[in-house]
């Protein structure tokens, strides 16, 4: 599922530049789940596993620098901010696998993340998996949101599978490490990218979409109409995170 243009933070690279970035080639950040039919991943696993993925490409030493996969970070954020989720399972999944990238696993879940590629260039074994069928649910209730860790609050309005979604939440991780000074980075990876997603009650919502936190706004390019998906909330809490083991490994 693709989607791109967080809402912009005025020192972020998101920042309002329509034709300029239209007219720089575009670039994708792919990103696979592992659902297997006999045991697919939790739905909100997904969603929060598929956000640390995308902070833990951003913050690998291979994205930085002069890194191996530098160039394509800043080729994809220089352009439009594309993120498409595929869906793999059996040997497809460990095709993936073999590909230069990140694994991430929750509680249920693994994403796998990889660095930027060309809309048009997509590896050969990434290109031949599918985008729909990322339909998952939550076997219970998610329990409340961590109050100490930043929560990307999802639009309740909108009906989005779960591959979408993922990319949204995807963007919101994304806004709010822009948002963060080089420590509150280091604490937040310390503390495993702690963070939570839920989806907001109505009234919730109505009073995040309109504060000055980070807004993550799809383009509507698939799935929904263009508008509002995702509230980042506490991102500022980062810094005051504990180093932890996580209940997802990288």
Same mark, same amino acid.
């Given at each position: #599922? ?23 080639? &575009? ?12 045991? *697919?991943?939790? /739905?909100?696993?997904?969603? @929060? ?8 490409? !951003? ?25 498409? %989720?595929?869906?793999?399972? $059996?040997? @497809?999944?460990? /095709?993936? @696998?073999?590909? *230069?990238?990140?694994? %991430?696993? $929750? ?10 590629? *060309?809309?048009? $260039?997509?590896? +050969?074994?990434?290109?031949?998996? &599918? ?15 961590? *109050?100490?860790?930043? %929560? ?11 591959? +979408?979604? #993922?990319? &949204? ?9 822009? @948002?963060?000074?080089? +420590?509150?980075?280091?604490?937040? /990876? ?17 009073? !995040? ?10 383009? $509507? ?28 490994? %990288?």
């Amino acid at each position: #599922m693709s989607s791109d243009d967080p809402t912009p933070a005025d020192d972020s690279p998101f920042r309002d530049e329509s034709i300029v970035r239209d007219e720089a080639r &575009q670039f994708v950040l792919p990103l696979v789940v592992h659902i297997e039919k006999a045991a *697919p991943p939790a /739905r909100t696993d997904a969603l @929060e596993t598929s956000a640390r993925a995308v902070l833990t490409i !951003l913050s690998d030493e291979r994205s930085l620098g002069d890194g191996i996969w530098a160039q394509a970070m800043r080729d994809w954020q220089d352009a439009r901010i594309r993120k498409v %989720v595929r869906r793999a399972r $059996g040997a @497809e999944w460990r /095709r993936a @696998e073999a590909l *230069p990238g990140i694994t %991430v696993t $929750g509680r249920s879940a693994e994403v796998r993340v990889f660095p930027p590629v *060309p809309l048009d $260039g997509w590896p +050969k074994d990434l290109a031949r998996l &599918q985008v729909s069928g990322t339909d998952l649910e939550d076997p219970e209730p998610p329990a409340p949101a961590d *109050p100490a860790a930043p %929560v990307l609050w999802l639009n309740p309005e909108l009906d989005m599978s779960a591959g +979408k979604t #993922m990319a &949204q939440t995807g963007h919101g991780a994304q806004l709010a490490w822009w @948002e963060l000074s080089e +420590k509150e980075r280091i604490a937040w /990876r310390e503390a495993g990218f702690a963070l939570s997603v839920r989806t907001a009650d109505p009234a919730r919502w109505s009073e !995040l979409s309109a504060s000055e936190l980070p807004l993550v706004r799809d383009a $509507g390019f698939t799935e929904i109409a263009p508008g509002l998906t995702v509230a980042v909330e506490g991102h500022d809490r980062v810094g005051a995170l504990a180093k932890s083991v996580p209940d997802a490994a %990288v």
